[in-house]
């Protein structure tokens, strides 16, 4: 492997996900990992491992457990480091504490969680998809986060890469949502050369020594500008409710200024960050399929032949796939409830994004899961028969 100076092993590859996960932390200029082996996602930081000393600047650290990870990399992230953790299952419990520290003192950081069958130690070597909520709501208190969802290794790759971006512009955690059949596939991997990688870089302070407040908001974006510990700031950071200075303030009108600036800076700016693929949802364009299947990471690509043994039997019916899950794409699912006969939602779990969809149809159109605990993918015959079943 020869990579570029600022690491970017460009050309084509044949790589499973995770270490497509990992050439995308790279590529984003991560310099920072702490983790602990956990099945499905060691091999993110194994491949981490080997590729840091390649990079020349990068730290790699095996923590005595996810909690020590989870903290680690948000001191780095404050030292002025681009940094992720790497866990799956019971290690993604774990971290929720501090995915709420990350939240209230707004480090931008990426934490991969490798999904397996659950609950507990579950299926260590087998997919599933039931963390999707506990990325969203997994930690106490009102937060927003950023969450994606990749599909195949070249998405591995691809939005690990946006993760990093979508955390400095938004000075927030950002969740990578593998599961373990993408994490394992292997599939050709095309990645840019470096300059036609376009990396966000972090929103410094202009601000000098002094009059420097970490959690003061300068423009519109309500995303306070940060500095890198050590340059001669002096700086106080809690996980307390605060105020500018980063000092704690017990009282309800600094808790209602700080936690309605966390959760507008990702509410407000939703447009910019949802993105989502749609196959046949509107052929011809401006007429909506009867039946629309939304499905995401390898689910979708079962769902893709649920959806061609459902168009052989006549029925009109297209995928929905969001590639950001949070935020979810109301908006478009709003749109699509108007004008289709029914939603099929499946996922690898007994309806959690499922339960998201519902209520923002509000029996505009009617809904139905096809769950599946885990440990294998969907029958694609069993999405099918859901798709025929509700086009009736």
């Not at 590529?27 to 990992?33: D, K």
């Not at 702490?34 to 080997?50: C, D, F, N, W």
Request: glycine letters at 10%; charged letters at 20%; proline letters at 6%.
């Amino acid at each position: 492997m020869k990579a570029d100076p600022r690491g970017v092993l460009s050309g084509s590859h044949y790589m499973d996900g995770d270490h497509a996960c990992c050439e995308g932390a790279l590529a984003a200029g991560c310099r920072f990992v702490a983790g602990y082996p956990i099945t499905p996602s060691t091999e993110v930081v194994e491949r981490i491992a080997q590729r840091f000393p390649m990079v020349g600047d990068g730290i790699f650290i095996q923590m005595e457990d996810e909690v020590a990870s989870s903290i680690a990399i948000q001191g780095a992230v404050w030292a002025g480091k681009r940094a992720m953790t790497v866990t799956s299952g019971p290690g993604f419990s774990l971290m929720m504490e501090h995915i709420g520290l990350a939240a209230i003192i707004e480090a931008p950081c990426v934490f991969v969680d490798v999904q397996r069958g659950g609950p507990s130690t579950g299926l260590p070597t087998l997919p599933g998809q039931a963390d999707m909520m506990q990325a969203r709501w997994g930690s106490h208190g009102d937060y927003e986060v950023i969450a994606v969802c990749p599909n195949s290794p070249q998405e591995s790759f691809d939005l690990t890469f946006d993760a990093f971006n979508l955390a400095e512009k938004y000075r927030v955690p950002v969740m990578v949502m593998l599961d373990e059949c993408v994490g394992h596939m292997h599939e050709r991997v095309v990645i840019p050369p470096a300059d036609q990688l376009e990396v966000v870089e972090r929103k410094w302070t202009t601000q000098k020594p002094g009059h420097y407040k970490p959690f003061e908001v300068t423009d519109q974006t309500m995303v306070p500008p940060l500095i890198k510990a050590g340059d001669g700031y002096r700086i106080h950071i809690t996980g307390l409710t605060h105020d500018e200075r980063g000092y704690p303030v017990m009282n309800a009108v600094a808790q209602e200024k700080l936690v309605r600036r966390l959760v507008d800076k990702i509410r407000l700016q939703a447009d910019a960050i949802v993105r989502f693929e749609e196959i046949g949802v509107e052929e011809p364009p401006g007429h909506v399929a009867d039946v629309i299947v939304v499905a995401y990471g390898i689910t979708s690509r079962v769902a893709m032949r649920g959806i061609e043994l459902a168009r052989q039997k006549g029925v009109r019916v297209g995928l929905h796939r969001p590639l950001v899950v949070w935020p979810f794409p109301e908006k478009r699912v709003a749109q699509l409830a108007q004008k289709a006969k029914a939603i099929v939602v499946a996922e690898m779990n007994y309806g959690q994004m499922y339960f998201e969809v519902e209520r923002i149809v509000g029996g505009r159109c009617s809904t139905r899961l096809v769950g599946h605990g885990g440990g294998s993918v969907h029958d694609p015959q069993q999405i099918c028969d859901a798709i025929v079943e509700v086009s009736r």
